[in-house]
């Protein structure tokens, strides 16, 4: 095995395969896994790591690009496994990995109890003493490699992105969109993610610029897997975010309040990614369906919050 080899790990997410993706790094008997899935997703990492040939014993880091459950929500489990494993986390995110109470609470009032058991199950949290904060632009060393993370703020706000130096590529989480492998067939396409709550349009892009001014070759977005093609997929995600502040303003401008701000920002989402699919020569009717559907529910409630938020903000100013 290379230094540079990454080892995408299919968690089988919600049971649909390439939905999201943990990854695997080697390097001189050291191991990383950036992202965990749920904890119902840890022993398929755990035999990654053994079919690399490597035990639990050998895992330096676990590194969570942000909190969020289908990301992150694995770490306290995938941590009690792996003994020597520090968590790298964002300042924002490292309070929520040890005490996972109000995260677990937000996401349960977004999906409701029941749907949350079913895609999350037990959240456990990890140790303080096991959690190392990342600053910007900070590194770590695993075996002949260095990883540089980098805040990226725009889907959440407790958000960063690893850049890896033996590979020439960054691990973006969602800062860089979701890019599903079965909408690639007609080229690149890649859906900007402003799902809930912290959806900040200048700030997402902001990222997307800095993902391709590391000079990487390829992402890695959790969503899913290897892409290479960063100038269209950054063309496109760029234009969706135009499209969803003018949304936004739209909503402040016409005061928009309770159903009728949510109706506006869903349809509004649905359009947005319907008009994408439409250019590519996609079936539209994946907008409503499958695993496009749920990026159009939680981008519509996304936008919904940033103009409550901004509201907010001005009511108190």
Do not use: W
Request: some cysteine; aromatic content about 6%.
């Amino acid at each position: 095995m290379s230094t540079a080899d990454v080892i995408t790990i299919d968690t089988l997410y919600t049971g649909v395969p390439k939905v999201a993706a943990a990854y695997l790094l080697v390097d001189d008997g050291q191991a990383a896994f950036i992202e965990t899935n749920t904890s119902a997703c840890v022993p398929t990492l755990l035999q990654a790591l053994a079919d690399a040939g490597l035990t639990p014993d050998a895992v330096k880091y676990v590194i969570i690009t942000h909190i969020h459950l289908d990301h992150a929500g694995g770490a306290g489990t995938l941590m009690a496994a792996c003994p020597n494993a520090v968590l790298l986390a964002h300042p924002k995110a490292a309070p929520h990995a040890i005490d996972p109470a109000r995260i677990i609470a937000g996401a349960t009032a977004v999906y409701g109890q029941e749907a949350f058991d079913e895609l999350y199950g037990v959240i456990e949290p990890v140790p303080a003493d096991r959690v190392r904060i990342m600053a910007d632009d900070e590194t770590v060393t695993l075996g002949g490699r260095t990883l540089t993370f980098l805040h990226t703020r725009g889907h959440a706000n407790h958000h960063f992105c690893v850049y890896d130096d033996a590979s020439n590529s960054v691990f973006t989480g969602d800062s860089f969109g979701v890019l599903y492998p079965h909408m690639q067939g007609n080229g690149t396409l890649a859906l900007a993610s402003t799902s809930p709550t912290d959806f900040d349009g200048p700030a997402a892009h902001a990222s997307l610029d800095r993902i391709v001014a590391t000079g990487a070759k390829t992402v890695y977005p959790t969503h899913f897997g290897a892409h290479t093609d960063l100038t269209t997929a950054l063309s496109q995600m760029h234009a969706q975010l135009t499209d969803y502040e003018a949304v936004v303003q739209h909503a402040l401008d016409n005061d928009l309040h309770d159903d009728a701000l949510d109706a506006y920002c869903s349809r509004r989402a649905r359009e947005i990614i319907e008009a994408q699919l439409r250019a590519l020569g996609h079936d539209v009717a994946e907008a409503a369906t499958g695993i496009v559907a749920t990026d159009v529910d939680l981008n519509g409630q996304g936008i919904a919050f940033a103009v409550r938020k901004i509201r907010f903000k001005r009511s108190r100013a």
